[in-house]
C-alpha cells in the first residue's frame, strides 16, 4: 500500500488550503483513512478520519467545523479542505491507512503512513 499526500503550503491566517492523499495498492474499500498532523517537537496530533465505504468521519476538537474530511472512491483519493487556518494548525501533515471493517473511525492506530505535506501558517 502506498499513500502520498499533497497541497500543503504557506498561508496567513483565516486563509485555506486543501490537502490531498493519493492511495494505491489497495484491493478491498475496508479501510479507514486518518489524517494526522506533527507539530514541531514530539508528538503526532489525529487530526480528522474517514471509512472509506461509508464515507463516516470523524474530527478533533481543534478542528471541528474548520476542516472537512472527504473521499473519492472512485479515483482512491482522501481530501482534507482545511478553512479558517490557525498558526497553531502548522505542522506535518500525515495520511494513514488502517483495514478495519468497522462503522466508526478514530484517531489511534493506524498501519499504513505517508511521508507528510507540510503546512505553514503565518502572517
Known amino acids: 500500500l502506498r499513500l502520498v499526500e499533497s497541497g500543503g503550503g504557506s498561508v496567513q491566517p483565516g486563509g485555506s488550503l486543501t490537502l490531498s492523499c493519493k492511495m494505491s495498492?489497495?484491493?478491498?474499500?475496508?479501510?479507514?483513512i486518518g489524517w494526522f498532523r506533527q507539530a514541531p517537537g514530539p508528538g503526532r496530533d489525529g487530526v480528522s478520519c474517514?471509512?472509506?465505504?461509508?464515507?463516516?468521519?470523524n474530527y478533533a476538537d481543534a478542528v471541528k467545523g474548520r476542516f472537512i474530511v472527504s473521499r473519492d472512491n472512485v479515483n482512491n483519493m482522501v481530501y482534507l479542505q482545511m478553512n479558517s487556518l490557525k498558526p497553531e494548525d502548522t505542522g506535518i501533515y500525515y495520511c494513514a491507512a488502517q483495514y478495519d471493517l468497522g462503522k466508526y473511525c478514530g484517531l489511534g492506530e493506524y498501519r499504513f503512513w505517508g511521508r507528510g505535506t507540510q503546512v505553514f501558517v503565518s502572517s
Open positions: 495498492g489497495f484491493t478491498t474499500p475496508y479501510y479507514h
Open positions: 474517514i471509512v472509506l465505504e461509508s464515507g463516516q468521519t
